[in-house]
């Protein structure tokens, strides 16, 4: 496999520079990261072909090669003109395809095998799958007779879309190769039509010429070659005598645009200048060719319809803010970013040309709720302009928004750790949670509870996400929510709101430190209640520093507690316990009665994950709405409850309902639930008690 000189310049950088990041690199080669992605898999094809291991890509790492490799890889490479060039399965699907378009007749498939210089069996697999990509992805059939041989059949539109969305990929990522090979064949066959193929090069390069001028613009050069060999094969399909057919709305669409003039005026200079008479009816094809290429310092104007499309745009936005959340300071800039790729966009979807996006797979693993987000948001567009957005759309739109929210450190990229001793799959699982939480960007790294102990804490570090336990000193004040693979709704609840905090609990912890420091030199014996009441006060601060409600005031476990004890002699079905142990708060109007039932599906569904320790249950459900303030229920049962699942070795005597807010004001009630459950003889009074007023009086004041 020989390599062209990106690939080769590619190769270079990384042995001079190993560890160099994949945005280091491409900036450096002025090189966009989907060019290099193309390019990957040839490299790697090379490498191993040679007898070298394939390129490293790592995420925190960099790119590199085997150090002990890298002066033989050189050396290959200054030898690479002198070996012959093979070309890839799909570069052979490609010539294979515009040889079929281009031909009058079908084509043998010997007569495709020496096209390619392969096996007839190599053949007939490329064979088979080009036919596969072009019913599913144009919706033509690859005809076949044993005695004729191979063609194309289908509507003429998607046979020449085909052929263009092939140029346009060939043309953006291949070598030069490819473009010989593209040109030799055209020119084949226009001179079977008895046309001088270097005069129909000339007549097209000059209509191009004149094109700009009508339209006021320069093509780049780019899609000026595109334009060159989709005009010849245009030409050659017309004289073949194949004619494109529009519906109403595709020709409304076109007859619309400034390019049909200029379309108009163009068929009719290479009409002139070949002298091949009327060739009229390719004028709206054309008029599509001119209408989907880039032009150089394209601006929006005044026109009604530029003001339609700014129109919907911003609309999109707003449908965006209001379904995330998250609102954007600079809207223009963003409209009119989004405007330079709608615009055709929308063009696009109503011809169903394809723009693929190489990168759609990652935009979509890595920004799973923008991208979802934008699906939701893009229907009034999509119903305005009567077009539906595929999913290489979507993603185009989707990096512009995730660009947008990094730009602002608030609702920028955040560094997650992700410590688990689960399986590849399981871990990958948690991860996608993650993802779904919040239309934040996150930055998230794995590691193994062994490797987290190994090593410090990896640099701005955000949030640490475990599914096993982590010791308190290796955190370092960062944030640290501990979670089973599966996320309950609580869970995510407290996950989203760590990252979409506006203040940062290092930053808390930082400054409850210094005043505890401070104030503990006048009263060394006072230190842990300087740190309770400081941790409540700042908390408190920075809430409303950041436009939240007062948090209320922090109240002891029997006042969270106030007439929402019970005790129960009975012995009751776990459900029937449950729903008893929520009365009070129903009661009381805290919650509704499917706060419990939503606790009890929750047991159905996933087991019991839900408790302190096996004697006492602590069973929460995600905040009802409106709530201001955490509420606790409490249940002491003299009889352990039975689960369904034998599996389960816990046999509660206590219930603990808890009612969380979504400010996360519950946390101060954890910790006292928590002090509670770790002293062994407090935690024995309350498992021993006898009554109501035994219970009662475990409780702190």
């Known amino acids: 496999m020989q390599l062209d000189h990106l690939a080769v310049d590619i190769i270079k950088k990384v042995a001079a520079e190993p560890g160099l990041t994949l945005r280091a690199l491409c900036e450096r080669l002025d090189l966009p990261q989907r060019n290099f992605y193309y390019r990957r898999k040839k490299i790697d094809d090379w490498l191993v072909h040679a007898g070298f291991s394939a390129l490293r ?80 992805q144009h919706g033509l059939t690859l005809s076949v007779s044993k005695k004729e041989g191979y063609h194309i059949t289908g509507g003429q539109l998607e046979l020449r879309l085909c052929i263009h969305q092939m ?279 794995h590691l193994s509870y062994s490797k987290f102990m190994a090593q410090p804490m990896p640099a701005h570090t955000r949030l640490v996400v475990s599914s096993i336990a982590l010791p308190r000193e290796k955190l370092h004040g960062v944030h640290h929510v501990l979670v089973q693979h599966m996320l309950s709704a609580n869970e995510k609840i407290q996950l989203r709101n760590v990252l979409e905090s506006k203040n940062d609990n290092v930053l808390e912890h930082e400054l409850v430190n210094a005043l505890v420091a401070a104030a503990a030199n006048y009263a060394p014996q006072m230190k842990e209640a300087l740190h309770q009441d400081f941790s409540g006060i700042v908390q408190r601060y920075l809430h409303q520093a950041s436009g939240g409600e007062a948090l209320p005031q922090c109240r002891s476990l029997a006042g969270h507690l106030h ?29 509704t009665s499917d706060y419990a039932e939503g606790i009890i599906a929750h047991i159905e569904k996933s087991g019991l994950t839900m408790y302190l320790s096996p004697d006492v249950l602590l069973l929460h459900d995600a905040p009802p709405p409106g709530l201001a303030a955490p509420a606790l229920a409490l249940l002491k049962l003299k009889q352990p409850l039975q689960f369904d699942n034998g599996t389960h070795q816990v046999t509660p005597r206590l219930i603990i309902i808890l009612v969380p807010a979504a400010n996360l004001s519950h946390i101060p009630l954890l910790s006292a639930l928590n002090d509670l459950i770790s002293d062994d003889s407090m935690l024995q009074q309350m498992l021993k008690a006898a009554s109501l007023q035994d219970v009662l009086a475990v409780l702190p004041d």
Request: aromatic letters at 6%.
């Open 563 to 591: 007439g929402r004890v019970q005790y129960c002699a009975q012995t009751l079905e776990w459900r029937k316990a449950v729903r008893k142990a929520a009365k009070p708060l129903v009661d009381q109007r805290v919650i």
């Open 167 to 445: 140029l346009q990929r060939s043309l953006k990522y291949a070598q030069a190769q490819v473009e010989i090979r593209v040109e030799q064949v055209l020119r084949k066959h226009l001179t079977e039509q008895g046309l001088c193929t270097d005069k129909v090069k000339s007549a097209i390069v000059f209509a191009i010429d004149q094109a700009e001028s009508h339209l006021n613009c320069v093509f780049s050069d780019k899609d000026k070659r595109l334009l060159l060999y989709m005009m010849m094969f245009s030409l050659l399909d017309t004289l073949q005598g194949h004619y494109v057919e529009f519906t109403a709305a595709q020709i409304n669409a076109l007859r619309s645009q400034p390019e049909c003039w200029a379309a108009a005026s163009l068929n009719n200079c290479l009409s002139e200048l070949l002298n091949i008479g009327e060739i009229a009816g390719n004028t709206l094809f054309l008029t599509l060719l001119l209408s989907v290429s880039k032009k150089i310092a394209s601006t929006p104007g005044d026109s009604a319809e530029d003001k339609r499309l700014t129109s919907c745009i911003q609309r999109l936005v707003e449908q965006f803010q209001s379904l995330s959340g998250v609102y954007f300071s600079d809207v223009s800039n963003l409209v009119a970013r989004l405007f330079s790729h709608l615009g055709p966009a929308i063009h696009r979807c109503l011809f169903n040309i394809k723009s693929e996006n190489v990168l759609r797979d990652d935009v979509i693993q890595r920004y799973p709720l923008i991208f979802q987000l934008c699906q939701q948001a893009i229907t009034e567009l999509e119903a305005e302009y009567q077009v539906a957005f595929n999913d290489d759309e979507l993603s185009y739109i989707t990096i512009s928004f995730a660009a947008w929210l990094d730009r602002k450190p608030e609702t920028g990229e955040q560094a997650v750790l992700l410590v688990t001793e689960g399986g590849v799959s399981s871990t990958a699982i948690l991860e996608n949670q993650l993802r779904n939480l919040t239309v934040l960007p996150l930055d998230i790294r």
């Open 57 to 136: 890509v790592d995420g925190h790492q960099g790119l590199s090669l085997q150090e002990q490799e890298v002066e033989s890889i050189l050396n290959h490479l200054a030898s690479l003109d002198e070996q012959g060039y093979k070309l890839c399965s799909e570069e052979r699907r490609n010539h294979l395809l515009l040889n079929i378009a281009c031909s009058n007749l079908p084509l043998l498939t010997q007569q495709l095998s020496k096209l390619n210089n392969v096996s007839r069996n190599t053949t007939l697999d490329d064979l088979s799958t080009l036919k596969s990509a072009l019913q599913e």
